[in-house]
């Protein structure tokens, strides 16, 4: 049987706003950013003509061949994977968002390259919980960046992408994203213009809203399974 990716996107808001409704106290609506790496593009057109606008990508040259075919101007192309200082300007000229920075030296890069444009938006990737092969910062290094984020003209601080390790089960997916949650407050009280908790995925993301995520960001569950 195949769904269409029209469905699949109805249906994943159908339990957003459920997962939503639980929690009558979040005062934020959740983003829903589909993730169309490794996917083709037929599958991000259809998801266009469904009414989506919002699409994340891992790797920049990928994610410019398809910002350029799809070619709307109406649509989010976030950034989300690890990013190699060279790719900067690339990013900085087709990208709406980035959402893995993680070093002062990507800022800067970004910051210049971006110069002339409506600002960037950014969120720091957060790695709370130490993950080696995952990029992201822990700590004080997290106020350091939003501190360096803030200062750049041609950036502006949205707040930050976490990515935690995988967890089946239901409560401790939710333990972690309260963790990170909490971290999100510490930063609204330092920044209180930001507004972007993103977090939560396809196997996780009714846990994340329950944490308070009002971002989330969900390949497989619209698109099916990536080509290898
Ligand atoms: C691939 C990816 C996703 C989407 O993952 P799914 O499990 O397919 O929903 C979300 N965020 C990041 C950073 C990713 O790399």
Redesign the pocket.
Known sequence: MTTSIASQLELLQLEIAKSREKHPNFKDNVRL?A?S?RQPLDKIEEAYQAGHRDF?E?FVQEGVEKIQNLNKSDVQWHM??AIQSRKCKDIAEYFDWV??VDRIKVINKLNRAREGKPPLNVCIQVNLFGEEQKAGVVGEAIFELANRVEEAQNLKLRGI?A?PPKQTEYARQVQQFEKIAELYQQLTAKYPHIDTLSMG???DFEAAIAAGSNMI???????GQ?DA
């Open positions: 950013v993730v790496k994340g891992n989300l994977g959402q893995s992408m990515l995925m396809s196997g960001r969900i390949g497989t569950a619209i698109f990536r």
